[in-house]
Nanobody, 119 residues
Framework: QVQLVESGGGLVQAGGSLRLSCATS????????MGWYRQDPGNQRDSVAT???????NYADSVKGRFTISRDNARNTAYLQMNSLKSEDTAIYYC?????????????WGQGTQVTVSS
């Protein structure tokens, strides 16, 4: 019912920057929040950043001050600007959208994009 397409990953040197994008097919009136989790092989997915439909942002302590999440509600698109990247940021980044109300409320996931930071 709801599909997500994310892009923007790649290889970057430590101290560099990348910008991730996540576009959804859901109704812009039904999006509660969007954001990213990241995962290394053998580890669980950990929250990186989340933004609500009214613009409230939340960040993991490890990225606070370096990453900025934003969104264009009219286009159902979220962006994650990642600056001052570290080797510890290397992971697959998965976009999500919290969509719907009541019993129709669900979390949907993107396909993931690889971010690799060389030291």
């Amino acid at each position: 019912q709801v599909q997500l397409v994310e892009s923007g990953g790649g290889l970057v040197q430590a101290g560099g920057s990348l910008r991730l994008s996540c576009a959804t097919s859901g109704s812009r009136f039904s999006v509660n929040a969007m954001g990213w989790y990241r995962q290394d092989p053998g580890n669980q997915r950990d929250s990186v950043a989340t933004i609500t439909s009214d613009g409230y942002a939340n960040y993991a302590d490890s990225v606070k001050g370096r990453f900025t999440i934003s969104r264009d509600n009219a286009r159902n698109t979220a962006y994650l600007q990642m600056n001052s990247l570290k080797s510890e940021d290397t992971a697959i980044y998965y976009c999500f959208v919290d969509h719907g109300t009541g019993q129709d409320r669900r979390v949907y996931w993107g396909q993931g994009t690889q971010v690799t930071v060389s030291s």
